[in-house]
């Protein structure tokens, strides 16, 4: 939503990865090697995937990035690949939110198997009919690392790789916090007045 508002593309990690496999790339071959065999894909891959991805014409007038840089070396490698393309970071947005609430937001996610983008939620956003995509009608699932244990789990790594991340690009004085809790389009909102406030002041 937000990218659309900023007429941006938005590039998440996860889409990153689905598009590289599912095209057969180089990148994409070597990540599900790692995958299938329940590895931790590479930072090396990772970034690749992203330098690639920042390249693509859609990109040129800016861009959101959606879960990378997960890790200093990912922030490190990003400023370089941005340096050599003569690109500044514009902002980086630190979204709070209680450890509850994300368990709660992430826990109750749904997915489309036939269309991943097809996103439900059990309290916040439910199909009309339980378990059914609205949108064509596929099964709707939980995903394995979705559950209440594994965000738990997925919070520590977050707060132990991830929370570091917010530190480095305050030093470079580009993080904005706004308060993640309220409806989606409130969010929304206080995330455009910052990143319009740090473009336009």
């Known amino acids: 939503m937000l990218a659309k508002t900023l007429s941006i593309p938005h590039i ?25 065999k329940g590895q931790l894909v590479p930072d ?18 800016g861009f959101l990035l959606d879960g990378f840089p997960r890790n200093l070396a990912q922030a490190k490698a990003l400023d370089e690949h941005l340096t050599e393309q003569g690109i500044a970071l514009n902002g980086v947005l630190d979204l709070e939110v209680p450890e509850d609430e994300v368990v709660k937001r992430i826990a109750g996610r749904r997915l489309c198997r036939n269309e991943g983008s097809h996103v439900f939620h059990v ?36 707060h132990t790789e991830t929370e570091p991340i ?10 904005t916090t706004i308060s993640a809790l309220g409806k989606v389009d409130e969010v929304t909102q206080r995330a455009v007045d910052a990143l319009r406030a740090r473009t336009q002041g």
């Open 12 to 36: 998440s990690t996860g889409d990153l990865f689905r598009a590289n496999i599912s095209q057969s790339t180089p990148l994409g071959l070597e990540a599900k090697g790692y995958m299938d």
């Open 44 to 61: 090396e891959v990772t970034i690749g995937m992203a330098k690639d991805r920042l390249l693509q014409p859609d990109a040129e007038n």
């Open 123 to 158: 309290v916040y956003n439910p199909p009309a009919v339980e378990g059914v995509c609205d949108h064509c009608g596929g099964e709707l699932y939980q995903r394995s690392d979705d559950t209440e244990e594994a965000v738990r789990t997925r919070l520590e790594v977050y």
């Open 166 to 175: 917010i530190d480095y690009y305050r030093q470079q004085d580009l993080v």
